[in-house]
Every structure is written in C-alpha cells, then in structure tokens.
C-alpha cells in the first residue's frame, strides 16, 4: 500500500486536470513544441488574462480562457476531419506499404493522434473520417451500431435485379459468415440509367467488402468511391485530395447515430 501525506495529497488534487501549456496548446494545433515555447517566450500567451512564458505552466484547459496572440482559442478534446481520398494513398496514418492519407493533410490539420474511421483500399476514392476519439471510432466501425456505408461502384458486367434481391435479402456469406442486408440501387441516376453504374448501402466493414460481394455475384468492381459514411455525405465541393473539418453539426449527427448523446 502506498501511503501520501497531507501536502502530496494536496498538490495531487491540486493539479487534476492539469496539463502543461505546450501540450494543450500543440494538442489544439497551435504548432510544434519549440514554436509554442517561441511564442510564450515573447509574451504572446496568456491564460486567464495572464501572460504565461513558460511554456511548462500546468493548468486546466477546460476551465480557462485562453489567448494566442490575442485571439481566443476554443478548447476541444476530440478533433474529426473529412477527406476526400485519391486512389494511391493507404488508409494508414503511418508511412510503412505505401503513401498515407495525412500525407494529404495541410499543415495546420496535422496531428499525430488522428485514427481513420474504417479503411479504404489503396484503389479506394471518396469519403473518409478521421477523428481522435477512440470511443465514437470504435461504435461507427462496429456492426452493432449498423452506421451506413454508400458506395458508387462501376461494374465489368451490368448489375441485375437478382443482385438486389440476393444483396437485400443478406443471402451473401463471406468468411463462413452471413452479411447483413445491403441496398443496391441499379439506377442512383434516373435521367441517366446505366447497369454497369450502381450505389450500394452496407451497414458493416468487412475486408474488401463491396468487391467480394460483386466477386460473389460473378462480377468485378471497375472503381470504387464511398459517397457517404452514416449522416456524412461528401460534399460535391471538396476536391479529390482534399479535407477539411467536421462543422459543429456534422459532428453531433455522427454522435447521435451511433447513440452517443454529444460531441464531447
Ligand atoms: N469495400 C471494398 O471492397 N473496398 C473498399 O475500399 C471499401 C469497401
């Protein structure tokens, strides 16, 4: 058992909550360690009103007002970002089988904590999330919580009503395992029908999934581009390679679709 006197306990209750400044404020995408200690050595940070240069003040950023260079700074715990993802990039924020996606990331959205909500293949285009949060990664890639996952796919071979009515039914089986029901929508553009041209719905995330569900119809996928994750569509103006923040409102649909009350 470890015993504490009266002033350890204090200073532990003390300093709950409390962080050092270059970690809340690097952690906020102020910039590197090195550039915060620059810019609290010049005066240009202050907590509460006070002007911090030592870049190891301790204090609770929940609770505090904080400024750099005289603009207020909005503490957030979690960060999320969308991105639209070129074919080429792995869904993989570290540099081991090829080029990952933060590769893409500007400057100011770089962080070392991101984690991609589900993967794309390589040969993968469209929407991918990336968050910090584990909690909220963990439910949208668990089957349980069925978000939703719409694909564009074009198809070697026209798609036909029987593939609907197999896919709808969830009579498809991969690794000895039955899928859930997925909707395939033969024409997603009706002023322009064309059966090599499709969307797919699918409500878990299994390994190549919508490629061996065609696979297991006789049928190859030609290219693939996931158009929506749950309440998230990608936007019609975010660039191929491109990302950008969630919006406050973006995030809450994402909490509340996989039964969490709010974003934190
Ligand atoms: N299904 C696939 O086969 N590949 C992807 O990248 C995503 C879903």
Known sequence: MIFLS??????????????RLDKILGHLGVGTRKEIHRLARAGLITV???II???AFKFDPSLARIEVAGERLEYQTYFYLMLNKPAGYITS?????GIPIT??????LQRDDWMPVGRL???????????????LLHRLTHPRW???????VELARPATPDDVAVFAAGDLELDGEALQPAELHLSPDPYKPDPYKVELVIREGRFHQVKRMFAARGNEVTYLKRVAFGPIWLPADLPL???????????QALYHAVGLANAK
Do not use: C, H, Q, W
Not at 146 to 152: A, C, D, G, I, N
């Open 103 to 108: 590769a893409l990331l500007p400057e100011e």
């Open 146 to 152: 069925k978000v939703t996952k719409r694909y564009y």
């Open 93 to 97: 924020t570290k540099d081991r089988d």
């Open 6 to 19: 009266a002033p350890e306990i204090g200073g532990f209750l003390f300093n709950m909550g409390k962080e």
């Open 121 to 135: 293949d390589k040969d993968t285009e469209g929407l991918l999330l990336l968050t910090t949060d584990g909690e």
């Open 53 to 55: 240069t030592d870049s």
């Open 241 to 251: 390679g491109g990302s950008r923040k969630l919006t406050a409102e973006e995030t």
């Open 48 to 50: 509460d009103g006070e």
